[in-house]
């Protein structure tokens, strides 16, 4: 039976953004007859962005997306077969991460999994994921009151486990409204990238307070993403703008399968996120040979110009609006690095953690021989003062002969008074 879509809350408290490049002109958006189911008919990013068209070739198969998120209800039949393990990094949840965290946003993250990858409830009936085929992992966090551990925390150990179960893609959609973020976030991010992970962030909505973007969005090497309503134009509510935006994708009018398997329509960069996720996990399935760099680098090279686009990149577009097909057919020219920059090369300069080794020390300790005794020190005298030399070689010689010298002398005077006494006769 069909289900009724019913309308939710317009957008989140958390958000994402994709990157992508795009030429100089402005884009269409193919135009395609409807199906005969409804739900299908409200998906229309599947014909407009080129999904359709990418399915001929592949529909993610043998590609692993990780949802850190508020975690993937176990109900819907849409996530039946598609989500192959999980755990719970909040505090709050169960260890598989298919309990739903958080009292306002529990849902959350069954709307954001089944636009990346949701199975339908036929061969052409209810809610599709972009890359129906690929598989999940469900990484329940919490927010505020909904965890009992610190959200910088939560991060770092949802992307480690991620990368550790086989993620090929990581989606993250969610923002902390502030461009910096927790350093402790630079070592699990890199591990995400060393490992040749896609992370792909949310840009964050105007309509829940974020005006620029914020981290993990402004993180080098992810792939943000910005929303776009159905005409291809920069959300107003449901989207924000910042230099690090790689690509657009649809952020409005969205068909989200909640935890208890209700239809939703919502709005927010949290769904235009994994729509691109989706697409990063067909650019694998269909080009397996591709490291992260050149996956990214496929979907920003191929994205469409921005109707309203001022310039490549622009703020609100960034590359432009993303195109499954051509990111998955087109002949693009593999690159060495990441086109959205380089968290190392960030660090080295902001975090001054690249420094000069320390020159290593010695293995056994050098054994040196003792110096000889010092020369005694001595005194300086002047020339005019009597010195040792002085007295012994000239002053006590030259006493001792003034004395003999003297006694003879004496000597001769009374021998000269003798002889004249004697020789003196009476009268």
Do not use: C
């Not at 958080?102 to 599709?128: C, E, F, K, Y």
């Not at 927010?143 to 925390?153: L, M, N």
């Not at 910005?226 to 449901?238: I, R, W």
């Amino acid at each position: 039976m069909i289900r009724r879509l019913v309308a939710a809350i317009a957008g989140a408290a958390v958000a994402l953004t994709l990157m992508a490049a795009a030429p100089a002109a402005a884009a269409t958006l193919p135009d395609e007859a409807p199906t005969t189911d409804p739900v299908r008919d409200a998906e229309y990013w599947l014909a407009d962005y080129g999904i359709e068209k990418a399915w001929e070739t592949t529909r993610g198969k043998g590609v692993r997306i990780a949802v850190i998120d508020t975690g993937i209800g176990k109900g819907p039949v849409e996530f039946e077969g598609a989500v192959v393990g999980g755990t719970d990094v909040s505090g709050a949840g169960t260890s598989d991460g298919r309990t739903p965290v958080g009292a306002v946003d529990a849902n959350h993250g069954s709307w954001v999994a089944s636009l990346a990858a949701g199975r339908g409830t036929g061969p052409q009936t209810g809610m599709i994921g972009v890359a129906p085929e690929a598989e999940l992992l469900s990484v329940s966090v919490g927010f505020g009151s909904a965890a009992t551990k610190p959200f910088t925390e939560q991060i770092s150990e949802a992307i480690r486990w991620s990368v550790d179960h086989g993620a090929d893609v990581i989606n993250m959609s969610l923002t902390t409204n502030t461009p910096d973020w927790d350093e402790s976030w630079d070592e699990a991010f890199l591990y995400a990238f060393e490992h040749d992970v896609v992370v792909i962030v949310a840009a964050g909505n105007r309509g829940s307070g974020t005006t620029l973007v914020g981290a993990p969005a402004t993180i080098p090497g992810v792939l943000t993403v910005a929303g776009v309503d159905p005409n291809g134009n920069a959300s107003v509510e449901a989207s924000t703008q910042g230099i690090t935006i790689g690509v657009s994708a649809p952020s409005e009018n969205l068909v989200g399968v909640s935890a208890d398997g209700r239809l939703v329509l919502w709005n927010g960069t949290s769904g235009a996120a994994p729509i691109v996720a989706g697409i990063a996990a067909l650019v694998r399935s269909a080009h397996p040979e591709l490291d992260a760099d050149n996956v990214i680098n496929r979907i920003v090279a191929t994205a469409r110009p921005a109707l309203n686009a001022t310039e490549v990149p622009d703020p609100l577009y960034g590359f432009g609006l993303v195109d499954a097909a051509a990111a998955v057919t087109a002949d693009v020219p593999t690159v060495a690095e990441n086109p959205m920059g380089s968290l190392t090369e960030w660090i080295r300069v902001h975090r001054r953690a690249q420094s000069d080794p320390s020159p290593a020390l010695p293995a056994e300790p050098v054994a040196v021989e003792p110096l000889p005794p010092a020369d005694s020190a001595e005194r300086e005298t002047s020339a005019l003062l009597p010195s040792q030399q002085t007295l012994l070689y000239g002053t006590l010689p030259l006493s001792v002969l003034t004395a003999t010298a003297i006694l003879v002398a004496l000597g001769v005077t009374a021998a000269v008074r003798r002889i004249r006494l004697a020789s003196r006769t009476p009268s």
